[in-house]
């Protein structure tokens, strides 16, 4: 059995605001689901947040940066997250 292993580029998903009712966890928990149902990547970090504002950082690993970004906007826009960011390394 050769099982190719896939290079699992790491980045970020900043959300500067959350709505409101929502919650990191929440959100995190909602993109992990949808990495894993698409198989393009993981949620590697539960999120942590940044300086005194309401921005939160969320780690993520991907295998296919595109199809990441695409799952990732389809749940933020589900969430009603307005404003976010995806960086990669």
């Keep these: 059995m050769d099982r190719k ?4 580029i790491e980045g ?3 959300l500067f605001s959350l709505p409101s ?3 990191k966890t929440l959100i995190s ?7 894993e149902a698409t198989k393009c990547g ?11 504002d309401d921005t939160v950082a ?3 690993g991907a295998y296919d940066r ?3 970004n695409d799952a990732i906007s389809r749940v933020c ?7 976010f960011e995806v960086s990669w390394d």
Excluded: F, P
């Design 58 to 60: 969320i780690e993520i």
């Design 5 to 8: 292993r896939r290079r699992m």
């Design 21 to 23: 009712g929502a919650d």
């Design 12 to 14: 970020r998903l900043y």
């Design 42 to 52: 993981r949620v590697l970090g539960s999120g942590t947040s940044i300086t005194n």
């Design 29 to 35: 928990l909602a993109i992990t689901k949808v990495l």
């Design 66 to 68: 595109d199809a990441a």
């Design 77 to 83: 826009r589900r969430q009603k997250c307005q404003d």
